[in-house]
């Protein structure tokens, strides 16, 4: 076979597939929003009319409850991040270039989606309230030990931050800050609420609302950095699926 006709062969064998960076984060926004409405849509329903599931569908959408739809789709959206992260450290160790972090990131982000799936903060919660009675904004202690893990990979990260491009750079710190600030600063903002008002009012949903829609924008935004921080300068990836 020529190398015209075998060049040929193999092109058609090929399925090309280009990813839009914009498109994808449009795509994660677009999703969010439906859960957002539908969350709504169920804090009117239990709040106003008093109806807590119409046939399941309430806590199937409900931001603030576990194991439902809102769940999966953080869970899915951190394993990606991870993932893309893996993906990058791989060719930059082909590349012969600095590699660490990207997969130390990868790790962060596979724990965060086990957390997010098995409620790993809540067994902390659980062992740091056998030890003292929390109050105040600190009720749910788990953001202890997170907010110093922030702090610690914040400072282990700075100079990885300040090697990256321009506009990577502010993207990953514009969407950490987003992310930590719905994880634990609307943790902490609702945990004194909690305390003293319980979980069913309307200040609680705001709240809760808040802290999880920050969480998911969040990760949306830092899978958009990635994205664009592989396709540089060109407008598209493009993955090639052989046979």
């Known amino acids: 076979m020529s ?3 075998y060049q040929k062969v ?10 839009s960076c914009r498109k994808v984060f449009v795509i994660l926004l677009s999703v969010i929003g439906f859960l957002l409405f539908a969350h709504i849509m169920g804090l009117v329903t239990r709040l106003v009319f008093d109806h807590d599931t119409v046939y399941g ?28 992260l893996s993906t990058i450290g791989a060719r930059r160790k082909s590349n012969g270039e600095d590699y660490v972090f990207w997969f130390a990131l990868a790790a962060i982000f596979l724990f965060l989606a086990v957390d997010e799936t098995a409620q790993v903060h809540e067994q902390i919660d659980i062992r740091i309230r056998e030890a003292y009675e929390p109050t105040g904004i600190l009720y749910f202690p788990w953001v202890i030990p997170y907010g110093i893990a922030v702090v610690v990979l914040v400072i282990a990260f ?15 710190i514009a969407s950490g800050v987003i992310y930590v600030t719905g994880v634990i600063g609307f943790e902490m903002l609702g945990a004194r609420h909690y305390e003293i008002h319980g979980p069913m009012n309307v200040v609680y949903a705001i709240i809760v609302t808040c802290e999880e829609l920050l969480e998911m924008v969040g990760v949306a935004l830092f899978i958009y950095a990635l994205l664009a921080y592989i396709s540089n300068q060109h407008r598209y990836l493009r993955c090639t699926i052989k046979h």
């Open 10 to 19: 193999k092109k058609e064998r090929e399925l090309n597939i280009e990813i």
């Open 3 to 5: 190398d015209g006709r």
């Open 158 to 172: 700075s100079n990885f931050l300040l090697r990256l491009p321009k506009e990577t750079m502010w993207l990953f």
């Open 57 to 84: 569908l309430i806590p199937m959408f409900d931001l603030g409850d576990e194991s439902n739809v809102p769940t999966l789709f953080s869970s899915l959206q951190l394993i990606l991040a991870s993932l893309i």
